[in-house]
């Protein structure tokens, strides 16, 4: 059996978080792990060449919100991007040094629009708790920006109408979060009060149809459906089936649909399987909703990026045995084109075939290694935990599959891509239906003879699931945790500004609910760990601060209970870096062959320390 090394991981890692058409060009970002981490942001030209656009040195990223937004456009062939080391917008043309747009200073800028010769985005300014936001119209000639909105704590997706009279904006305030309830507002351009269309439920993302109305993906029904919603205040839902045609948002500034030729082209499904689809009918003024027609072709998960133009759709896609690919798609013809070069996946590699499963309820996917019969299997808890797995090819798992482990995705209660009702299961209910619903996977494993032993791992909230786990469970023999949460009431208090109100709906509002943050805390219950853990996390991490591993890492050893704790240099909320990739993943294998009792010569050992913190 042909392993799959770190390396190859760290080279296929992420994916291209934005797509647009321009004129006869596509342009997309990329990761690039061996350049320090850096978004470069590359085109396509009309004969067909692949050429970087952002010149070395520069990173087409923000930390608006922390997770960032929506980060460059193009623009007439040149290309306007915020830069991750200052936070100012740039412009500049292939082959050119970016030329600043904004000035100096600690203001942040994300979720890109241009609109004739003017960026229309939203601007952070503050402290990571104190921030305030607004809408600003910043001029490609370098003139002074301008501040045309700041009516709510939070803002996003600024849309000027076609008759350039009325901007249409997304915002929301605490304690909510966006999945929770937005108000999709507009305003006059000219200036004036802006005035609610839609409130109460969650509104991802809004597109002009004309000067009137607007399409909307929001939720009053429970899924996220597309909404034609007039300037008069009438909504009638295009889509009205039980399926998610928006998500989480958790980075500004993602398109779930795209207007394409007086036609919707959408993305749409479950946590299962997320197709790209064309709504055909959706502009007569009768009731009722819009046929659907599939033109996702083989691809089986479609990402909530995509730019139309004419009779053409680009968006970025992937299956369970294919990378994320840039694809083109000719919504007459069905014809799919892939305009972004492969990602080096080893062709000799037995990749994993995902299989989904529902255990008492909860939502799995299960990867088996190759040969068959019992295995060592590794629970993999995703982040948010407002969020979801989705069932494509990740390297990272085939990293471990290629050496006969076992891996199960377990989109527990709360995860999205399954309606509200089933996002609402962890509402004040985080640290015990997560850890439940994982320990039913690991426990229908075990009881099927799939698993011989089980561990957990998971990032961020992943990272706090598993350690709850690990102390509130005796069925995982170890856990890893990279960059999680230890103790939910110290974390509420030191957060950033968007999520600092996160967990009133996650465990309860405080102090009136204390009680549950001291029962779930993973490091005050460190004693009853059932196993070895092992420690992962950023030293610039600004969403959970790397106290949170180093003080449960030391909570183990006062009670006896091994463990291991690894920093990274100059990574953030996550990794970016092809040296951390490589690290951490070699690793977390080392970790496994201790718990589960297999040699890993491939890897530096690692050591568990015993009991008390050195």
């Given at each position: 059996?042909?392993?799959?090394?770190?390396?190859?991981?760290?080279?296929?890692?992420?994916?291209?978080?934005?797509?647009?058409?321009?004129?006869d060009?596509v342009?997309?970002?990329?990761?690039?792990?061996?350049?320090?981490?850096?978004?470069?942001?590359?085109?396509?030209?009309?004969?067909?060449?692949?050429?970087?656009?952002?010149?070395?040195?520069?990173?087409?990223?923000?930390?608006?919100?922390?997770?960032?937004?929506?980060?460059?456009?193009?623009?007439?062939?040149?290309?306007?991007?915020?830069n991750?080391?200052?936070?100012?917008?740039?412009?500049?043309?292939?082959?050119?040094?970016?030329?600043?747009?904004?000035?100096?200073?600690?203001?942040?800028?994300?979720?890109?629009?241009?609109?004739?010769?003017e960026?229309?985005?939203?601007?952070?300014?503050?402290?990571?708790?104190?921030?305030?936001?607004?809408?600003?119209v910043?001029?490609?000639?370098?003139?002074?920006?301008?501040?045309?909105?700041?009516?709510?704590r939070?803002?996003?997706?600024?849309?000027?109408?076609p008759?350039?009279?009325?901007?249409?904006?997304?915002?929301?305030?605490?304690?909510d979060?966006?999945?929770?309830?937005?108000?999709l507002?507009?305003?006059p351009?000219?200036?004036?009060?802006?005035?609610?269309?839609?409130?109460?439920?969650?509104?991802?993302?809004?597109?002009?149809?004309?000067?009137?109305?607007?399409?909307?993906?929001?939720?009053?029904?429970?899924?996220?459906?597309?909404?034609?919603?007039?300037?008069d205040?009438?909504?009638?839902?295009?889509?009205?089936?039980?399926?998610?045609?928006?998500d989480?948002?958790w980075?500004?500034?993602?398109?779930?649909?795209?207007?394409?030729?007086?036609?919707?082209?959408?993305?749409?499904?479950?946590?299962?399987?997320?197709?790209?689809?064309?709504?055909?009918?959706?502009?007569?003024?009768?009731?009722?909703?819009?046929?659907?027609?599939?033109?996702?072709?083989?691809?089986?998960?479609?990402?909530?990026?995509?730019?139309?133009?004419?009779?053409?759709?680009?968006?970025?896609?992937?299956?369970?045995?294919?990378?994320?690919?840039?694809?083109?798609?000719?919504?007459?013809?069905?014809?799919?084109?892939?305009?972004?070069?492969?990602?080096?996946?080893?062709?000799d590699?037995?990749?994993?075939?995902?299989?989904?499963?529902?255990?008492?309820?909860?939502?799995?996917?299960?990867?088996?290694?190759?040969?068959?019969?019992?295995?060592?299997?590794?629970?993999?808890?995703?982040?948010?935990?407002?969020?979801?797995?989705a069932?494509v090819?990740?390297?990272?798992?085939a990293?471990?599959?290629?050496?006969?482990?076992?891996?199960?995705?377990?989109?527990?209660?709360?995860?999205t891509?399954?309606?509200?009702?089933?996002r609402?299961?962890?509402?004040?209910?985080?640290?015990?239906?997560?850890v439940?619903?994982?320990e039913?996977?690991?426990?229908?494993?075990?009881?099927?003879g799939?698993?011989?032993?089980v561990?957990?791992r998971?990032?961020?909230?992943g990272?706090?699931?598993?350690?709850?786990?690990?102390?509130?469970?005796?069925?995982?023999?170890?856990?890893?945790?990279?960059?999680?949460?230890?103790?939910?009431?110290?974390?509420?208090?030191?957060?950033?500004?968007?999520?600092s109100?996160?967990?009133?709906?996650?465990?309860?509002?405080?102090?009136?609910?204390?009680d549950?943050?001291?029962?779930?805390?993973?490091?005050?219950?460190?004693?009853?760990?059932?196993?070895?853990?092992?420690?992962?996390?950023?030293?610039?991490?600004?969403?959970?601060?790397?106290?949170e591993?180093?003080?449960?890492?030391?909570?183990?050893?006062?009670?006896?209970?091994?463990w291991?704790?690894?920093?990274?240099?100059?990574?953030?909320?996550?990794?970016?870096?092809?040296?951390?990739i490589?690290?951490?993943?070699?690793?977390?294998?080392?970790?496994?062959?201790?718990?589960?009792?297999?040699p890993?010569?491939?890897?530096?050992?690692?050591?568990?320390?015993?009991?008390?913190?050195?």
């Open positions: 059996m042909v392993t799959i090394r770190a390396v190859d991981v760290a080279r296929v890692d992420d994916r291209p978080l934005w797509v647009e058409i321009s004129g060009e342009w997309w970002d990329e990761p690039r792990p061996h350049e320090g981490g850096r978004r470069c942001v590359v085109r396509r030209t009309a004969g067909g060449a692949i050429e970087d656009v952002l010149p070395q040195g520069w990173n087409a990223r923000n930390r608006v919100m922390e997770y960032g937004g929506r980060s460059w456009r193009a623009h007439e062939g040149r290309l306007v991007f915020t991750w080391a200052d936070g100012r917008i740039y412009l500049c043309s292939p082959g050119e040094e970016p030329v600043p747009l904004t000035p100096e200073g600690p203001a942040r800028y994300a979720d890109l629009v241009v609109r004739g010769d960026i229309w985005c939203v601007r952070e300014r503050g402290g990571p708790r104190s921030a305030d936001r607004d809408i600003v910043v001029p490609l000639d370098g003139s002074p920006l301008r501040s045309v909105v700041a009516s709510h939070f803002l996003m997706n600024p849309r000027v109408s008759d350039g009279r009325t901007l249409a904006y997304i915002g929301w305030n605490h304690p979060m966006p999945w929770d309830a937005t108000e507002c507009v305003a351009v000219a200036g004036g009060p802006h005035r609610v269309l839609l409130s109460g439920a969650s509104t991802c993302q809004a597109e002009w149809r004309d000067a009137e109305s607007l399409y909307a993906v929001t939720d009053p029904t429970g899924w996220w459906n597309i909404h034609l919603v007039g300037l205040g009438t909504t009638r839902d295009l889509t009205p089936v039980p399926l998610e045609f928006g989480a948002t980075k500004i500034g993602g398109t779930f649909f795209a207007v394409a030729g007086g036609r919707i082209a959408a993305v749409y499904g479950t946590a299962d399987e997320r197709r790209l689809g064309v709504l055909d009918r959706p502009l007569p003024n009768g009731s009722g909703g819009a046929a659907i027609r599939d033109v996702g072709g083989g691809y089986t998960f479609w990402a909530p990026t995509l730019s139309a133009r004419g009779s053409c759709v680009v968006g970025v896609a992937a299956s369970p045995h294919r990378p994320y690919e840039v694809v083109r798609v000719d919504l007459e013809t069905g014809r799919h084109e892939v305009l972004s070069p492969g990602k080096p996946v080893p062709g590699a037995e990749l994993p075939t995902p299989e989904a499963v529902t255990v008492d309820g909860v939502h799995a996917h299960l990867y088996a290694p190759p040969g068959g019969g019992p295995a060592p299997y590794v629970v993999f808890v995703h982040g948010g935990p407002t969020g979801s797995a069932p090819l990740d390297l990272e798992i990293y471990f599959t290629s050496r006969g482990i076992g891996v199960a995705e377990v989109n527990y209660g709360g995860s891509g399954y309606g509200r009702a089933y609402e299961r962890l509402r004040h209910n985080w640290g015990v239906v997560d439940r619903d994982c039913t996977v690991a426990r229908w494993l075990l009881r099927t799939r698993a011989e032993k561990a957990i998971g990032g961020s909230a990272g706090w699931t598993s350690m709850a786990a690990l102390v509130h469970s005796d069925v995982f023999c170890g856990a890893v945790s990279h960059y999680g949460i230890s103790d939910p009431e110290r974390w509420a208090a030191q957060t950033h500004d968007l999520e109100h996160y967990l009133d709906g996650l465990i309860g509002p405080l102090p009136e609910t204390r549950r943050y001291l029962d779930r805390s993973p490091e005050r219950h460190a004693a009853r760990a059932s196993g070895p853990a092992l420690l992962l996390h950023g030293l610039e991490d600004k969403v959970v601060d790397p106290a591993s180093e003080r449960f890492a030391a909570a183990l050893a006062r009670h006896g209970h091994r291991a704790y690894l920093t990274f240099e100059g990574e953030q909320h996550g990794w970016r870096r092809e040296d951390t490589v690290r951490a993943l070699e690793a977390e294998l080392a970790f496994y062959g201790i718990v589960f009792g297999f890993t010569p491939e890897v530096p050992p690692l050591t568990l320390h015993n009991g008390e913190k050195e």
